[in-house]
């Protein structure tokens, strides 16, 4: 146990977090109604992308816990990000 | 040395345990990045069928089950508060509202693909065939994908349930909740798919 004790995230952290959640939710849902065409699925994924940092962050307590774990998780999404680009560097000039 | 033979048994890993379910969790956001990037595709390749496809989702419907998992997210995680607080009645009604709510949102699951039956959507149905090459993707897309994570839902609840029980026999306690922690990590990576899901497949007009 070279980590000091479990850090304990309040109720209080929690509850503001899922409020926090549940407001981004009710942005992306009110954007893609209203008619704004094309950055709609932006607008969308980068509240989807916001919401899971938090998520990350906070709920799986990537905030609170030993560096290593963040590490990898930015790792992952650099490697998606890199598949995701790829991809499309692909689809757009063929 | 027959002391520490006799505690042999005792011993643990909390932080191996963990970092195990995290590589579990990767390798598990990696499968579902895949199939998102083949989504990515073919949206990018039929823009207008996708569209129109997409209106025949409920976005109410969707829109429930998002506010439905998030809710169980944040009691699931409350647990890990309540066990660390020696609470063990709060600990369990937690863990029982979380299994709760992964069952409201199969039961929604269960009459949107109902309903979706009922209008002839189903991978490989006649109306299918009829309906042009970004139609089938899209359902077959979104059957797969809704599908593979309601399945994960279905695991999620069976895992919970098993930690619920180990709570209430004192086998998970204040100073040894790593398998709580590891259900809910699991949990939270069920709401993370949904988190992309949603907008992906509800909200494209």
């Known amino acids: ?94 | 040395m027959t002391e520490s033979v006799a505690h042999h048994d005792a011993h643990r890993d909390d932080e191996g345990s963990k970092l195990g379910i995290w590589l579990f969790i990767f390798t598990e956001l990696l499968f579902f990045g895949g199939l998102f990037v083949t989504y990515a595709v073919y949206r990018y390749e039929n823009r207008q069928a996708f569209h129109l496809a997409a209106e025949q989702l409920d976005v109410t419907i969707g829109t429930i089950n998002t506010v439905i998992l998030l809710i169980s997210s944040m009691t699931i995680a409350m647990s890990t508060t309540a066990i660390q607080k020696k609470d063990k009645r709060t600990t369990l009604i937690l863990i029982g509202i979380t299994l709760l709510l992964a069952l409201v949102f199969l039961v929604n699951k269960y009459f949107e693909w109902s309903a979706k039956f009922d209008h002839g959507i189903w991978p490989g149905s006649p109306l299918m065939e009829e309906l042009g090459r970004g139609d089938t993707l899209f359902f077959g897309l979104y059957f797969f994908m809704t599908g593979l994570h309601a399945l994960h839902i279905i695991i999620g609840m069976i895992l919970i349930a098993v930690i619920l029980v180990r709570v209430r026999k004192d086998k998970i306690t204040f100073d040894n909740f790593q398998l709580l922690e590891n259900g809910g990590l699991y949990w939270h990576l069920v709401d993370l798919i949904w988190i992309f899901l949603f907008p992906l497949f509800y909200l494209i007009n």
Not at chain 1, 68 to 87: E, G, P
């Open chain 1, 1 to 94: 146990m070279s980590d000091t004790t479990h850090h304990i995230v309040s109720y209080r952290t929690y509850g503001l977090i899922l409020l926090l959640l549940l407001v981004l939710t009710a942005i992306s849902v009110a954007v893609t109604q209203i008619e704004l065409s094309r950055w709609a699925t932006l607008v969308a994924l980068l509240l989807a992308s916001t919401k899971s940092a938090i998520v990350l962050g906070v709920f799986m307590h990537l905030k609170f816990d030993q560096r290593v774990y963040k590490v990898m998780a930015i790792f992952v999404v650099l490697v998606m990000t890199a598949v995701i680009v790829l991809t499309f560097i692909d689809y757009g000039f063929r």
